[in-house]
């Protein structure tokens, strides 16, 4: 049935029919016509005359007066009248018994037949909506366009025609279109066919064009896609608008989490592991256990005086409140000057000084009215030797309780210190012991203690890498040389200050030229006094001792100079028996003295 669409095959470029063409080609006389069946009934087909059946509506031949592209009005017989059959169509080619391309069945290179679903096509006079319109790949519309018609189980194939393919006849070589490719302004050159008669339905043939589809093109190459277009914009827009929002909520709760992070130190509590709390008991020979068993009986020594003041430290030799601490320590004080002891607990109490001694760089002070007090227990230091651990206990440069531990480094080491005064009444004698416990400024008149706490030194002098050994002497720190009083010498000098208020020296009655610089301690010519250089009636005139004798040896110990004679005289107690050797007119001789005593100051 003609419904006024264009059906049939697009004319291509090269196959434009013109417009002063009106007869039909060859071609086109030699297709058979279609057999339709009219009103009273259906005209039957011979059987060796193949029925081709209706691709899509047939189109009108081209009319002069027509516009290109428009369909006239379809021409033909009333419906219902029957058809003349149409003349019996010759093939152009014998057919082909093994169909060989291109003339026998469709090659590999021949292009699918399109997927189509038939329907009845509706009555004639049947309003008929426009088919869809599709879009050309870059998502413009175009126009309406033939449907495709699906291929008949039984529709037979023209000679040298592929299926689906309609030959269009031109001058020269025939080109082969697919039908329902149509361009637009283009008429197709074939003869109107006669309608075949449907029964009447409200649907019309359907199309399935892939590329037709409405879509959104890959690249925005073309115009907007329509009236649509303002509506995605303003649902963009509120995406945007949203997205903002949303991010904007996300960075307050994110900066809010940040600044609760950093205030609080994190979302939890951080615990790291840590041992647990011990006893803490410590072995009594370890330098915990020495200090803890020391510190209680350890003072701190801040005197003041008229013209200056200094701090030292000092320990506990009774319940009574003596403490034993240096000379030197307590020297600023003057005969009215102030001593405030402070113990390792805090406490504070006045002291007065008892007694001291400025050869043996000793001194004892008394607190008052101070109850609970404990004594450090006295060692014997002639047992010390060399390599034996130590722990010395003072207030360097004024920090209370300070603890530093060390070894004995070597043992009677003479030392003199003080001196200020220039007539050598201030001078101390020192049979040392030495250390390299570390010992500052403010240990002087602490105790150097033992692997048993106890008592086996008086730390009184360092030797200082810029002013050389003395007592205190220089601010440059601890260079690991310390010297300590033997606590044996120190435990009869405090007996005898307690006691007595002075202590004794003990002496062989000579006079010694400390300018000679040889080997030896030799004998002034002169006394003090101008007298004779060795004290009548002494312990050396009884002895046998003459000015001008060079003793090198006492009691087997080798001796340098006189000040290392005065220090192994004072290392004993008046009364003790010395072997003496020395060197008269180049002989050697052998004696023994007994010493004497003398008053110290």
Request: no cysteine; aromatic share 4%; charged share 15%.
């Amino acid at each position: 049935m003609d419904d006024g669409k264009p059906t049939g095959p697009k004319a291509k470029w090269w196959s434009r029919p013109t417009t002063a063409r009106t007869g039909h080609s060859e071609l086109e006389d030699a297709i058979p016509a279609e057999d339709t069946t009219g009103a009273t009934g259906p005209v039957e087909a011979s059987p060796a005359e193949p029925v081709i059946q209706d691709a899509a509506p047939a189109v009108p031949a081209p009319d002069e007066e027509a516009t290109w592209g428009i369909p006239a009005v379809p021409t033909g017989p009333p419906a219902g009248e029957p058809l003349a059959p149409a003349p019996r169509a010759q093939p152009l080619h014998a057919p082909d018994e093994y169909s060989t391309p291109p003339y026998g069945g469709p090659g590999p290179w021949a292009p699918a037949p399109p997927v189509q679903r038939p329907v009845a096509t509706p009555a004639h006079g049947t309003p008929v909506p426009p088919p869809y319109a599709g879009t050309n790949g870059h998502g413009i519309a175009t126009g309406p366009g033939p449907a495709f018609a699906p291929p008949h189980a039984h529709q037979p194939q023209v000679h040298g025609q592929q299926p689906g393919l309609q030959q269009t006849p031109q001058p020269g070589t025939p080109q082969l279109q697919q039908p329902g490719l149509l361009q637009p302004g283009l008429q197709q050159s074939q003869q109107p066919q006669a309608p075949h008669p449907q029964p009447p339905t409200s649907s019309q043939w359907l199309q399935y064009d892939p590329w037709g589809a409405p879509r959104q093109p890959l690249s925005a190459a073309g115009p907007p896609l329509g009236p649509g277009t303002g509506r995605g914009k303003r649902r963009r827009g509120s995406v945007l608008v949203g997205a903002v929002l949303l991010a904007l909520v996300a960075g307050g709760i994110g900066g809010g989490i940040g600044a609760y992070v950093e205030r609080t130190g994190g979302l939890t509590t951080v615990e790291l592991p840590q041992a647990g709390r011990d006893s803490g008991g410590r072995a009594p020979d370890s330098v915990a256990g020495i200090a803890a068993s020391a510190l209680p009986s350890v003072v701190t020594l801040h005197v003041s005086g008229t013209g200056e003041s200094g701090t030292g430290t000092g320990f506990v030799l009774d319940g009574d409140g003596h403490i034993l601490t240096n000379n030197h320590v307590v020297a600023p004080a003057g005969a009215n000057g102030d001593i405030t002891v402070t113990f390792s607990g805090g406490e504070t109490a006045s002291a007065e000084i008892v007694g001291k001694d400025s050869g043996y760089d000793l001194a004892v002070v008394k607190v008052t009215g101070v109850s609970g007090l404990k004594p450090l227990p006295l060692g014997n230091s002639d047992n010390v030797q060399v390599g034996d651990p130590v722990v010395a206990i003072g207030a360097p440069f004024d920090l209370s309780n300070t603890v530093t531990s060390g070894i004995i480094s070597a043992k009677e080491r003479p030392i003199t210190a003080g001196g200020e005064k220039g007539d050598g009444t201030d001078v101390s004698y020192v049979d040392a012991i030495q250390t390299d416990a570390p010992i500052n400024p403010g240990n002087s008149g602490g105790p150097l203690v033992d692997s048993h706490a106890h008592v086996i030194g008086i730390n009184s002098a360092i030797r200082a890498a810029d002013s050389g050994a003395g007592l205190d002497g220089g601010q440059s720190g601890s260079i690991g040389l310390g010297f300590a009083i033997p606590i044996n010498q120190g435990k009869r000098v405090a007996e005898e200050l307690i006691n007595t208020g002075k202590a004794t020296h003990p002496v062989i009655g000579v006079t010694l030229d400390m300018k000679y610089a040889g080997d030896g301690a030799k004998v002034g010519t002169k006394g003090a006094d101008g007298g004779s250089a060795v004290t009548s009636g002494g312990p050396g005139a009884d002895a046998g001792i003459k000015p001008g004798d060079i003793i090198t040896e006492v009691d087997g110990a080798r001796v340098h100079s006189g000040e290392e004679l005065i220090v192994k005289i004072r290392a004993h107690r008046p009364g003790d028996r010395l072997g003496l050797k020395l060197t008269r007119g180049g002989e050697d001789l052998s004696l023994t003295v007994t010493l004497g005593s003398a008053s110290g100051t």
